[in-house]
């Protein structure tokens, strides 16, 4: 007569499982999504003017399906884009050949003359936390990029772009309070952080990507 199997213990499996499992997760280098943090603006009104935008004030970044720079109609290589973008933001020397400057009291009379009174106390608290009368440029970013640019080279390019107008506003603060934009706390300096936002925002204006080899 055949002796009966004793039974296998599995009691101790689920532990193995859970121990394993924690091996698994501590170990594991996990990929992390890239991304960009943009507050959008908001949705214009149906019957909204066009601004009319003078071609002084826009700099045009495209990125082909090669991830080649052409901007403003000359190839450019990566590393020269964010000095570009610094110079065109700020344009030090007044050149007429960089975007407009005008003070933040004449945009707040343009406001007031105009009706937007949101726009006008924005402009004003923005004034009074700076306690000068700042210059804010009238440029505009143009960023398109190619159907066939790579996802890294488009976030480097946004990185690049980001980066020069953080070193402007790093620039404005520094001259003011001797302390960089970057180094602004939340929770102590956030008067300042809007003040500097407003009259140096990311004026970055982005399309929908288009085959630009073939436009």
């Known amino acids: 007569m055949a002796r009966p199997l004793s039974p296998i213990n599995a009691g101790s499996m689920a532990d193995i499982a859970f121990l394993l499992l924690i091996f698994f997760l501590v170990t594991t280098t996990m990929d992390v999504n890239q991304g960009i943090n943009r507050l959008l603006p908001p949705i214009p009104e149906e019957d909204a003017p066009i601004p009319e935008i003078r071609q002084r004030n826009v700099l045009e970044v495209l990125v082909n399906s090669a991830d080649q720079l ?25 050149s007429d050949e960089l975007p407009e400057m005008t003070p933040i009291t004449e945009r707040m009379d343009g406001a007031l003359r105009g009706g937007d009174t949101a726009r006008y106390r924005q402009l004003r608290r923005a004034y ?61 300096d956030m008067d300042k952080i809007r003040a500097v936002q407003t009259v140096i925002p990311a004026a970055i204006s982005e399309a929908e990507p288009v085959n630009i080899e073939g436009r």
């Open 128 to 188: 009074e936390t700076l306690g000068e009368d700042v210059m804010m440029s009238r440029g505009v970013i143009s960023l398109q990029n190619d159907r066939g640019t790579s996802y890294k080279m488009y976030i480097r390019v946004q990185d690049e772009l980001t980066r020069a107008i953080t070193e402007v506003r790093n620039q404005l603060t520094m001259r003011l309070w001797g302390v960089r934009f970057s180094d602004l706390q939340e929770e102590t």
């Open 70 to 94: 052409l901007v403003n109609n000359r190839f450019m290589e990566l590393s020269g884009l964010r000095d570009e973008a610094i110079e065109f933001f700020s344009n030090p020397y007044m």
